[in-house]
């Protein structure tokens, strides 16, 4: 069985910063891993997604994350945020073999503040 | 394209009631996934469907139970709720095989009193 963990519940930082969102995962078969981004009232949306090869993995708006796999981490970073990146982002992971069934994490709600 | 839709939006029930969800996959998939979500938290799984058949269950009791359809559409449905069932209840359709990345739709909101 798999598991995720985000370190921060919630995570404030100014506009035009930078910003890391920490993510650790526990398994004990080869994992795909993922960061979904919520914004209000809506459902999931994927960031990025780590399958093979590279271990740095470039999503959309700007969002990138990098997999380390002694650490057990695939913490997501962005180098300057905007106002629009204010939402809820959830890591997530999936067994490379089997159906598809994805565990999320509890989330880290990004506040960017102007 | 068209992406995930699901229905209701919004729906209040008592405690015992029964609640049917349902969810249009995004053309060209053929998997369903269903999530639930409580506030604050994050999406839990509950089953997912690829050819008319449960094909994963999560942690969740017998009196949540779900069909597919032949085009792939599907629905979940929840007996004796309870007020723990309140909670936003996501549909994510997939390609099988296309491993990881779920499409999800904007949820149905469950208020059980």
């Known amino acids: 069985a798999q598991s995720v963990t985000q370190l921060d519940s919630q995570v404030p930082v100014f506009e035009e910063a930078p910003v890391e969102l920490r993510c650790n995962y526990s398994?004990?078969?080869?994992?795909?891993l993922f960061w979904y981004v919520q914004y209000p009232n809506q459902g999931l949306q994927l960031l990025l997604k780590?399958?093979?090869?590279?271990?740095l993995v470039k999503g959309i708006n700007g969002f990138e994350a990098e997999f380390n796999k002694s650490q057990t981490s695939f913490h997501l970073r962005k180098p300057s945020v905007h106002i629009s990146d204010t939402a809820e982002y959830f890591c997530a992971v999936a067994d490379s073999g089997g159906y598809q069934k994805v565990t999320f994490g509890t989330g880290t709600k990004l506040q960017v503040i102007p | 394209e068209t992406g995930v839709t699901q229905s209701p939006t919004h729906l209040i029930k008592t405690r015992g009631q029964q609640v049917t969800l349902r969810c249009s996959s995004q053309?060209?998939?053929?998997?369903v996934s269903w999530y639930q979500q409580a506030l604050g938290q994050g999406p839990q799984f509950i089953f997912q469907y690829y050819r008319e058949e449960e094909n994963g269950r999560g942690n969740f009791p017998p009196r949540f139970s779900g069909l597919q359809f032949p085009n792939y559409s599907s629905e979940l449905n929840v007996n004796a709720l309870e007020l723990d069932d309140s909670a936003l209840y996501l549909c994510a359709s997939s390609q099988r095989g296309i491993t990881g990345e779920l499409f999800f739709g904007e949820g149905s909101r469950l208020t059980v009193l």
């Open positions: 780590y399958l093979s090869g590279s271990t």
């Open positions: 053309s060209g998939h053929n998997t």
């Open positions: 398994s004990s078969v080869s994992v795909y």
